[in-house]
């Protein structure tokens, strides 16, 4: 009934003409997840009974003629770290596997309010900590593309829900790349939103600081319907902003053309010759455009991740001190208090949180804290002036979203550096509270496979119209001229 093809605007089209039930909708979605999700594990959680439930109270509202809302009947997949009333949330964490959610995220409620269906809970990387969805207490995600690799992280289970068509759009969060990476890894559409412009009420918090909810979606008008649900102030997330929030415009003359910056530290011998060749041809079309491109600098971009790395596991560190066993979730009783406490945490935390939670203690500690987590700040505040600066130069930033293509299930568990070096394209956006979309751009042959490819274009700070108008006119183009 649906293709692979399909957009919200082509199945509210189905919708409005009859041409099919929501529930239809629904039981099409689930068959795919029956028949596909054995081999990629995108869901960790099929909420069958409740999708189908709204999906008859859709078709209640369609038959007596009710307002249509803006994602009405569109199905969704939700990342296991964001609160579903009554649905289990695991954050893909052995400590939290029981745990059910008590309420709606700010961006559930949206998306219901809406009209969204909720088909289920998708994989992650353990509290999204990772760049593969191989972290996850529950298993590993495989990548449509190619199961012998990983979908990227730690939206892994979102992006492959939405590359396979088992999702018509998803929901991830982004704290240094994990939806940009991962739709990059899938060949989707990924847009992490300026810090503050949604709501992180109700999304298990990993660090605090640089944590956004943001959507992927298999073309960019998709992503911008469900970015424009999602957006907004919240009483509930004093981080948040007015939906009307005007970004801070460039100074520029009058019949001055559009300027795209190519932060030359992005295109250095950590780029792979495939993906460099990819950027050149991505760089034709916004040229095409009538866009001027030019190389710019980013200085502080190779300490970027060093800061990340410091700032994310002080967060982590103390956002996990919550999980003892107590009150909710897992629980290993011992004779005393403390030793419940240490059993707990380290049967509940895998090995990679562990490990974040150990650094992140280290560099909030007394004697270290000066030397660490306060000159990271510092070097964050350096950071946020470069793109400052830049944005005083150009309109947006172009770059690749990931200096390789998927790699290997495997190929980089053994080594956390080398995991950790897949998000050094992300990660500066993210440390600076910046907009960022992943756009897919084609495939390129690595390995003796072909793999999807992403371009990552950013804005200056709450400008995600802007990005969404450009990102959106370089998809049409790319199809206009072939890529592949």
Known sequence: ???????????????????????????????????KDKDIFSYLLVDKEGALAQARETDKRLSQNLDFRELEGVVMAIKDNIL????????????????????????????????AIILGKTNLDEFAMGSSTENSAFGLTHNPYDFDRVPGGSSGGSAAATASFQCLGALGSDTGGSIRQPASFCGVVGLRPTYGRVSRFGAIAMASSLDQIGPFANSVFDARKIFNVLSGQDELDSTTVPKNIKPEARKKDKDETLKIGLPKEYFSDNLHPQMRQKMNKAIE??????????????????????????????????????????????????ENLIENYLKTRKDGFGKEVR??????????????????????????????????????????????????????IGEMTKDPLSMYLAD??????????????????????????????????ISRWFDENSLLDLAEKFEQLSKIHPHT
């Open 84 to 115: 579903v009333k009554d649905l289990r949330c695991t954050a893909g964490s052995k400590i939290l596997e029981n745990f059910i959610a008590p309420y709606d995220a700010t961006v559930i409620r949206k998306l219901k309010d809406a009209g």
């Open 1 to 35: 009934m649906l293709d692979e093809k399909y957009t919200i605007e082509d199945l509210h089209e189905g919708l409005k003409s009859k041409k099919f039930s929501a529930v239809e909708v629904v039981e099409n979605f689930l068959k795919r997840i029956e028949e």
């Open 424 to 457: 050094i394209f992300t990660v500066p956006t993210s440390v600076a509270g910046l907009p960022a979309i992943s756009v897919p751009f084609g495939k390129v042959d690595y390995e003796n496979k072909s793999l999807p490819f992403g371009v990552q274009i």
């Open 355 to 408: 490990r974040r939670i150990f650094l992140g203690t280290y560099v909030l500690s007394a004697g270290y804290y000066d030397a660490y987590y306060l000159k990271a700040q510092k070097v964050r505040t350096k950071i946020i002036e470069d793109f400052k600066h830049a944005f005083s130069e150009v309109d947006f930033l172009l770059m690749p979203t990931t200096p390789t293509p998927a790699f290997k």
């Open 285 to 334: 079309i916004f040229t095409k455009m009538g866009a001027e491109v030019k190389e710019i600098s980013l200085p502080t971009t190779d300490v970027s991740l060093a800061t990340y790395y410091i700032l994310v596991p002080a967060e982590v560190s103390a956002n996990l001190a919550r999980y003892d066993g107590v009150k909710y979730g897992y629980c290993q009783k011992s």
